[in-house]
């Protein structure tokens, strides 16, 4: 089995959202492999361990079923980083004890691990802050993890909780709670007392409310409530003025004029995710987010945008794929920081228009404009200079104008499933194309050649 942690550091470069943009999950769901970031030399098996000891401090021991740690190990004074994933473990060995230095350790896909034996020993290890629990099949969390004192971060993804013990309160030092795929049809009580609490991640449960206690978690930076059953939605959510970003998509029960309204209060907000929640009004207090700098209205019911949205002049991406649009606000050529805008599968906008104000814009680096049924590409593309990432896929263009030539900086074309038989040769000037994809079109060999000879050094597809 492919093993799979959470990513628990939430940072996203805009090069990553360039290529990721139609992946619609939230950074929050974005997963690693360990050993993820640490930068140490991997040690992956005992006998290479163990003859190196003194060197040891990242040892990987996943997926080895039955491994038994020998008592040789306890040299590895300097061991920081212990994967035992999926190895079948029932009692953790006594000898973990002696990791004196051991900062994280990795006990998911572990189901018959005796986890109160587990934290009782591991309460021994002075700097451990960060624990790997995910794939257990837990249906109750022991009270043991109070004594794990300098725990940070702590990784339950993929469990059957519903609920968490009274005791993780203790956890002083908790900063970061991934909760994803489990059972929870509540916040826990617990969770609302851990007060220096930064990241709460909560994906895909059955939560129904947001309580008032939520205002109590003064330091949370990171919210992630995507895929619940919200239909209640406290006010004291507006009074955490730490909060950079908030997941909430799919949680089509809440109003979302009467939300959105309140988190225009928060003066940190920098990430916003509607995806999925048949929103049909963005209220004009959206204008108010100033520090916004990315927003996902994907999958909903919108057929206009509120005059006050070119307020937000720190919008990096906007995601309006999959609406009902037919016109761009007059004055959204005022985005100018704007750098990724989706617009993809909105059949009915009038690009006469839309172009007319998308050519201010003219740091933009990536344009989705994919499944529109567009018949032709207007010229005013051209003022589109910072453009990278041209997504054309899955519309009816039977030709392309030459000034498309005037890109110089496009990197990566996709122009697959429409009716081109053939391209304009000024378009072999594009010398920065890295990726040029062409399947399902109307090109004959003699093209497909042609082109090819164009673009030597990028990867063109035909298929």
């Not at 225009?264 to 700098?293: C, D, F, S, W, Y």
């Not at 995601?319 to 985005?335: E, I, Y």
Request: aromatic share 6%; net charge positive.
């Amino acid at each position: 089995m492919k093993k799979l942690v959470f990513n628990l550091s939430y940072h996203t470069s805009l090069g990553v959202l360039l290529s990721a943009f139609l992946v619609y999950a939230t950074q929050a769901q974005k997963i690693y492999k360990m050993p993820g970031v640490h930068g140490y030399q991997v040690f992956h098996s005992l006998d290479s361990a163990l003859k190196k000891t003194s060197e040891v401090q990242y040892l990987d021991l996943s997926e080895q079923q039955g491994v038994t740690l020998p008592e040789g190990l306890q040299k590895c004074k300097n061991l920081v980083v212990l994967d035992l994933y999926n190895t079948k473990l029932v009692t953790l060995p006594k000898i973990v004890e002696q990791f004196k230095n051991l900062e994280e350790i990795n006990l998911s896909q572990n189901p018959q691990l005796d986890l109160q034996d587990a934290f009782v020993k591991l309460s021994k290890l002075p700097y451990l802050h960060k624990i790997h629990l995910a794939h257990n099949q837990l249906t109750r969390l022991p009270s043991e993890i109070a004594l794990l004192k300098q725990l940070d971060v702590l990784n339950l993804y993929n469990n059957r909780l519903t609920d968490l013990p009274a005791s993780i309160a203790k956890l002083k030092a908790l900063k970061e709670i991934y909760l994803q795929a489990n059972q929870l049809n509540k916040i826990p009580k617990a969770i609302t007392r851990v007060k220096n609490l930064t990241v709460l991640d909560l994906y895909k449960n059955q939560i129904q409310e947001v309580p008032p206690e939520i205002g109590s978690l003064k330091h949370l930076r990171i919210l992630n409530l995507h895929q619940n059953s919200l239909s209640r939605f406290a006010k004291e959510i507006y009074a955490l003025k730490d909060l950079e970003e908030l997941y909430l998509g799919y949680n089509a029960g809440l109003n979302y004029e009467e939300v959105l309204a309140g988190l225009a209060q928060l003066p940190h907000l920098r990430v916003l995710n509607l995806t999925n929640n048949q929103i049909k009004v963005l209220p004009m207090e959206v204008g108010l987010m100033l520090n916004l700098q990315e927003l996902y209205l994907q999958k909903n019911q919108l057929a206009h945008l509120p005059e006050e949205l070119s307020l937000l002049k720190n919008l990096h991406v906007l995601s309006l794929a999959k609406n009902r649009f037919k016109r761009l606000p007059r004055r959204f050529g005022k985005l100018t920081n704007l750098r990724v805008l989706n617009l993809s599968k909105n059949p009915q906008l009038e690009y006469t228009q839309v172009f007319d104000v998308l050519s201010d814009l003219e740091g933009l680096q990536k344009l989705d404009l994919s499944g529109n049924n567009l018949q032709y590409l207007s010229g005013q593309i051209v003022f589109l200079q910072g453009l990278r990432d041209l997504d054309l896929r899955n519309n009816h263009l039977k030709s392309l104008s030459p000034k498309i030539a005037l890109l110089t900086n496009l990197r990566k074309l996709d122009l697959y499933q429409n009716k081109l038989s053939s391209l304009p040769k000024r378009i072999h000037s594009l010398h920065n194309l890295v990726e040029l994809s062409l399947g399902r079109n109307q090109l004959p060999k003699t093209e497909q050649t042609k082109i090819k000879t164009w673009f030597p050094n990028a990867l063109v597809s035909f298929q």
